[in-house]
Each structure stands twice: as structure tokens, then as C-alpha cells.
């Protein structure tokens, strides 16, 4: 069984920025792919980014890339998410997520969810 707790959501103005963090409570925190996903109200889970075991295969939604980071400490048993220029689309409740194996931009596919931590972008 994983853990997984986020922070760093909050309130932010049109083009701030915000990191997010998701700390792991399993030791074996290198043998899972991770993944940020978020939901807006009224509608499904979308996939933002996802990172591999290692950190070394990275993927984002087309809608982030150029303006969020994924990266993980596995040291630390942390994934975070850089997000930076924030558009109020961005408005969401953002997860992280974990799975063994292989990365996935399926939420589908993921074992472990955190609780979430919301993020709001003002125009």
C-alpha cells in the first residue's frame, strides 16, 4: 500500500506560478511511475504529466508542455510539479498518482491516488 499526500496548491493571479509536491510513504518509491492528473468541476480526470522510475522518460498533455515540470527525488520519496505562466484554464483539483512499472497518461491504470490539493488561477 502507497500513500501518496500533495501540497503547495493555493490561490494564484494569470501568469504566477505554484509548486506542487506529493510526498510518498513506500521505500520503495523508485519501483513506481508517478503521475500528476487534475479535474476541473463538471468534468473528468485529465491526464498533466508523468514521469518514469527514474525520471528519466517525462511526457506532459499537450496543454502544459512549455510550462509545467514534473521531476522526482527519489532520495526523498517526493514528485513535484513546477507550474509556471498559469492560465485560469489551469483551474483544478491537480492528484498525483502512482503505479509500478512503466509510466502511463492513463489515470486509469494508476494504483495509488493522493487526496489532492486545489489550484485556482484569477483573471
Known amino acids: 500500500q502507497v500513500q501518496l499526500v500533495e501540497s503547495g496548491g493555493g490561490l494564484v493571479q494569470t501568469g504566477g506560478s505554484l509548486s506542487l509536491s506529493c510526498a510518498a510513504s513506500t521505500r520503495a518509491f523508485s519501483s513506481y511511475a508517478m503521475g500528476w492528473f487534475r479535474q476541473a468541476p463538471g468534468k473528468e480526470r485529465e491526464f498533466v504529466a508523468t514521469?518514469?522510475?527514474?525520471?528519466?522518460?517525462?511526457q506532459y498533455a499537450d496543454s502544459v508542455k512549455g510550462r509545467f515540470t514534473i521531476h522526482r527525488d527519489n532520495a526523498k520519496n517526493t514528485l513535484y510539479l513546477q507550474m509556471n505562466s498559469l492560465k485560469p484554464e489551469d483551474t483544478a483539483v491537480y492528484y498525483c498518482?502512482?503505479?509500478?512499472?512503466?509510466?502511463?497518461?492513463?489515470?486509469?491504470?494508476?494504483?495509488?491516488w493522493g487526496q489532492g490539493t486545489q489550484v485556482t488561477v484569477s483573471s
Open positions: 514521469i518514469s522510475m527514474m525520471g528519466i522518460s517525462i
Open positions: 498518482a502512482a503505479r509500478p512499472g512503466t509510466w502511463n497518461t492513463s489515470p486509469g491504470v494508476y494504483d495509488y
